[in-house]
């Protein structure tokens, strides 16, 4: 049984090695590095956070061939990024560019962050100043007693109950 699941596993391993590989041939060294570069910093659209670069979904598969498309017919990167931004949106890109529709994606994190710190002090100087107003105020104070003497008299009137009871 050991035997046929090794081979099973074997037959798997197998088949992922014959996956297909995408083999582009660059003009020279400086197209494959922006080659490169741009599969790593352009997002796949269908996977869920992976890179152009890391992903085997079609769509994965066809950018890259339009990349290399477009290096050979001589486009520079911007160009190439542009016209990734322009058919597919800042969603295509890792890093948003920095204009007023991408702020809240800049700065939306750190504003969140001092809103938290705020509410935290206000918390922390809410539980120190209870903490340290340990005094009563008037008010409490006559209450309070009013309160233990209203107990000492239930008590009584309870002992005295029970005395009555006892001697019947």
């Given amino acids: ?10 037959a798997y391993q ?26 790593d910093e352009l997002r796949c659209l269908v996977c869920q956070n992976q890179s152009i670069a890391d992903s085997n979904a079609d769509l994965a598969k066809d950018l890259r061939t339009e990349i290399h498309t477009m290096l050979q017919a001589g486009k520079t990167e911007e160009q190439i990024k542009e016209f990734m931004v322009d ?8 890093e948003p560019p920095f204009e007023p529709m991408t702020w809240l994606l800049w700065f939306g994190p750190l504003v969140i962050f001092i809103i938290g710190l705020f509410y935290a002090r206000e918390f922390v ?12 105020s008037a008010e409490e ?18 002992k005295g109950t029970k005395k009555e009871d006892g001697q019947s």
């Fill in 14 to 39: 197998i088949i992922t090695w014959a996956a297909p590989m995408d083999a582009f041939e660059f003009d020279n060294k400086e197209q494959e590095k922006i080659f490169k570069k741009l599969s």
């Fill in 125 to 136: 100087k809410r539980q120190n100043s209870s903490a340290q107003s340990g005094e009563l």
């Fill in 141 to 158: 104070a006559e209450r309070l007693r009013n309160l233990q003497m209203e107990l000492k008299q239930k008590n009584a009137n309870d």
């Fill in 87 to 94: 058919r597919y949106g800042d969603y295509v890109l890792y």
């Fill in 1 to 10: 049984m050991r035997i046929l699941l090794a081979i099973v596993l074997m």
